[in-house]
Each structure stands twice: as structure tokens, then as C-alpha cells.
């Protein structure tokens, strides 16, 4: 139990502690159930990383010299997923260059090509990081419009498997609304 001044754990703390590297999902979706299974992206090493962080200008008057209640302003905000992927699938690689399918003289190989401009489907609908507590309970990190702003990196060495290190990025939709980003973040209810 908790007690001042030596420790803050409750009967509460299992419930509020992620534990494990999670999962990686591609176009996550909620009809009746999560689609976890069909929507796995690949296995993981390393670990994945999650940062939102709103931006702030803070408003310059004579005489406030220090950070002020009331004189800061959010005017923005990014979220990234940087993920470091085991697997180096096709969809994956194609993600990471914006690149489009290719015509292959050789039948038993596909080709990624380059392209010259980003398009729609270059973007994910979403990507989702579904992570578990030591209680047993899913908490869901989906963000939407995702777009793979880190290109593709590879590095092999000897008797080590190659893990790529790819980040995502959350875009607006210019048909919705343009001042904050369409993140969503599902906590297990308490109790339940």
C-alpha cells in the first residue's frame, strides 16, 4: 500500500502499468471487436516509440520575464510513432520510399520503383500501437492519416538480423479540421 515518503504503489498500480513491447497494427478498426489479428503489421525488436507533443508560443509582453499562466498558446502539435520492425516486408519498404510497384523482367521478383509525387494511398488510414497492462487490459495508440516520413534505412552485420527503424507520422485531413491531429488514445475503463 502506499505510504508517504517510501512508495506510491497501490492495489491500482498493476492496472496503470504497460508492460512489453505491444503490437504494431495497420488500419485498425472497432466494429464490435478490435481487428487485431488481421490488421498485425510484423514482429518488432527493440521496442517502438510513441511522442505527441503539442507546440507552444509563449506571448512576449514588457516586463513578463518568465513563462505565464494565461501568456501561452498551443498553436499546434505532431505525433510520430517510430517503430523498429524485425521484418522487411514489400508494403513496408514501399511505404517508407513512397514508392510505387515496378514491371520486374525477373517472374520471381517484384520491383519497387520510385515515384515522383506523394499520393492519397501513400498515407496509412491509421496506425495503431497496442500495448497491454500487467492487469491484462489493452491500451490503443491509433493514429490517423499516417505517412512514413523517415525513408528506408538498412544495415546488415554479421550474425545479427537486420531491424529497420521507420517513423510515422499523424497528418490532419484538409477536409476535417486543421488545427489538431487526429490521434486517439484508448485506456481501459477502471474497474471493468
Known amino acids: 500500500m502506499a505510504k508517504y515518503g517510501k512508495t506510491g504503489v497501490t492495489k491500482d498500480t498493476p492496472k496503470n502499468i504497460m508492460f512489453g513491447a505491444g503490437t504494431i497494427h495497420k488500419n485498425l478498426k472497432y466494429s464490435e471487436s478490435w481487428n487485431f489479428e488481421e490488421s498485425i503489421i510484423g514482429a518488432t525488436s527493440g521496442g517502438s516509440k510513441i511522442k505527441i507533443v503539442p507546440e507552444f508560443v509563449d506571448i512576449e509582453a514588457d516586463g513578463v520575464l518568465v513563462a505565464t499562466k494565461g501568456l501561452k498558446v498551443k498553436v499546434g502539435e ?79 552485420e554479421n550474425k545479427k538480423e537486420g531491424v529497420g527503424t521507420y517513423t510515422f507520422t499523424c497528418h490532419a485531413d484538409l477536409q476535417g479540421d486543421c488545427d489538431t491531429l487526429p490521434y486517439h488514445i484508448y485506456f481501459p475503463k477502471p474497474n471493468l
Open 78 to 156: 505532431t505525433a510520430k510513432m517510430e517503430i523498429n520492425f524485425l521484418e522487411t516486408s514489400k508494403e513496408l519498404v514501399k511505404s517508407a520510399l513512397i514508392g510505387k510497384e515496378g514491371a520486374s523482367s525477373d517472374t520471381k521478383m517484384d520491383l519497387i520503383e520510385s515515384k515522383p509525387d506523394l499520393e492519397d494511398g501513400d498515407y496509412l488510414e491509421n496506425i495503431a500501437f497496442v500495448g497491454r497492462t500487467l492487469a491484462g487490459k489493452d491500451i490503443i495508440v491509433i493514429m490517423d492519416n499516417a505517412l512514413c516520413t523517415s525513408g528506408f534505412e538498412s544495415e546488415g
